[in-house]
């Protein structure tokens, strides 16, 4: 089983509109074992897939809020040059 990886958030939502498909199928009982087995499994996949996602979405936010350790931060000085040495007007 190959879990696919999800790039971009239309495919995030395509798979979980599939994934509440097949929760739904398997609630209503009207599936073979075989069928609800295929459809156990397609669940998982998508599941993780989504799961993936949101883990690495998270890291993303985590990444650009946490506070940075390599500097400090300078004050702005309104009255320094700009780097073509002509005053700011």
Do not use: H, W, Y
């Amino acid at each position: 089983m190959s879990e696919d990886k999800i790039q971009d958030p239309k495919q995030f939502e395509a798979s979980l509109q599939a994934l509440e498909t097949i929760v739904d199928q398997l609630e209503r009982g009207d599936l073979t074992l075989e069928a609800s087995l295929a459809a156990f499994e397609e669940g998982i996949r998508l599941s993780r897939g989504c799961q993936q996602a949101l883990d690495q979405a998270e890291q993303r936010i985590r990444i650009l809020t946490e506070p940075s350790d390599d500097g400090e931060p300078e004050p702005f000085n309104e009255s320094a040059t700009p780097a073509d040495g002509k005053p700011s007007s």
